[in-house]
Every structure is written in C-alpha cells, then in structure tokens.
C-alpha cells in the first residue's frame, strides 16, 4: 500500500510522514500501513495539510433556511466549493461549519468571481430532486450586469451560439455554424452615466456563458479578469469585483409543489 500511494499521489504529499502518523485509514477508520499488501478497488481516506488561506471579504448573507434547502447570497471571490487554493474560504466549508450541516452541497454552479444566489441542499436524501430541476432547465434565472452602454445596439434580444470551454484556456469561444447549445435573453434595464444594467436570462448554462455573450456584444462586463482579455490579477486581489450579479432564482418545488422565489440582497454596483 505504501508503494501504491506514492505511486496515486502527487509529490505534495509526504506519504511517508501520513502513513508514520496513521492518517491513511480504511473504511473502518483502521490505519493503513506501509507493507500492508495492495488490494483492488479499496477506498483510503486522508485529510491533506492545508495552507494559510486569505480571508475573502464580504457577506455571506443566508436568504433562506428550511428543512431541504439553503439560500445562500454569496459575495465576488468566495468559492462555492472547496477546490485547488480555496477550502476553507469556500461556502460550502464555511457554511457546514457556521449551520452544522456536514452533507450541505451546492446544487448549480455560480463562478467563484460571480456574486448572487447558490441554492444548496441540507442533506444527501434532498439533492437529486433539486439537481434534476436545473439539469431539466426548469430553474428561472435571473442576472445583471454592469457593462458599457452601445447606442447602436438594439436591445432586447437574444443571443444564440455554439460555447466550448477547452481544458487548459482560461476564456471559453464560439464556435461557428455549430448547433446551438447556449442562449441568453438580454435586456437593458436601466442607464447610470456611460453604464448600463442589463437584465439577462439565460435559457442554458454554459461556462462563461453570460460573459462570453456580453463580450461578443461589444459589452465586456465591467471588472471581467478575462473578457475581452485575460489579465494576470493576484489569487489575493479583491479590488475589482466582477460587475455581474445572480439576482433572482424562481422554481417550483419538487419535493411540496410549492412556489420558490428568491432574490439576492445585492445591488449593482457591487
């Protein structure tokens, strides 16, 4: 088993110190050891060391608390969940902490760097139902965004394309003459200076949907990192929020068949 580790984990991990403290363990919290002979499909749990993390600023307002589900109105730069340099300043941690929930678990995705609404259920039994609304696009979502105002641009529309996010790039692209599978209905809602709040609905959730949208509008969201160009920000900035807001979330219920209806705390500017 040891040999086996060293081989499955990357070189951060001090395999030898974990196995000489006990913390590989089995199932039954029994330690593994290093000449124990290797066994197929065996699960092996650790905690890894976790750095010093940055203390995110802002709110983490909860909008709504019930048996199923949490509402939660996250602030730019907290992660949903815990993954790569974010942990413990994630809402997922933060919130199993704060309201004693250990199975608590996002069901959607919301960018790290996008403030709004993250609906997240209580418990394991609760999560299928509520994924299977947004999966079905039964979820009605609302944003806004700050970003430059076009006298030319005829609004309202709808914007109708082929997105791919490829692995390792950091910006998505359209694709050309390729069949549609992301549209967002876009709106001017109100007008502050050379700025514009637009209302946009989207009908799909593609990754950097509303972004790449607004971009290819000729509007790049105001404090966007990487659209129209991607700039080197340090992890630890928090200067700049990113103008775009998840505001409202409406669904009906799958569990009681009741009416849902959310909406963020947040104004733009943020």
């Known amino acids: 088993m040891g040999a086996w580790l060293r081989h499955r984990l990357p070189e951060r991990v001090d395999v030898a110190q974990l196995l000489t403290e006990q913390r590989f363990v089995h199932d039954d919290n029994t330690p593994v050891t290093e000449d124990e002979p ?13 750095p010093d993390e940055t203390h995110v600023p802002g709110d983490l307002h909860i909008v709504h608390r019930d048996e199923r589900l949490v509402v939660v109105d996250k602030p730019a730069f907290l992660s949903s969940i ?3 340099q974010h942990i413990r300043q994630s809402v997922v941690v933060r919130l199993r902490d704060e309201l004693g929930l250990p199975e608590l678990s996002p069901l959607h995705r919301l960018d790290r760097i996008t403030s709004g609404l993250l609906l997240l259920a209580t418990e394991r039994r609760w999560r299928g139902a509520y994924q299977t609304l947004f999966q079905d696009s039964a979820v009605r979502k609302t944003y806004r965004a700050l970003a430059p105002l076009r006298a030319d641009l005829e609004l309202p529309l709808t914007v109708a394309n082929h997105i791919v996010k490829r692995r390792g790039s950091w910006q998505a692209e359209v694709v050309p003459d390729a069949p549609v599978n992301a549209e967002t209905r876009v709106e001017l809602e109100s007008v502050t200076g ?10 799909t959730g ?3 949907q509303l972004r790449v949208h607004l971009n290819g509008l000729g509007i790049p969201i105001v404090g ?5 160009t991607v700039r080197d920000i340090a992890i630890d900035d928090f200067s700049t929020p990113l103008q775009l807001l998840a505001a409202e979330v409406a669904f009906t219920d799958p569990i009681d068949g009741t009416a849902r209806e959310f909406r963020s705390v947040r104004e733009l500017p943020l």
């Open 224 to 228: 966007d990192p990487l659209y129209p």
């Open 82 to 84: 815990p993954r790569g």
């Open 206 to 208: 593609r990754t950097h």
């Open 194 to 203: 050379e700025l514009g709040v637009y209302r946009l609905t989207p009908r």
């Open 38 to 50: 290797y066994t197929p499909h065996t699960f092996v749990w650790f905690h890894r060391d976790l």
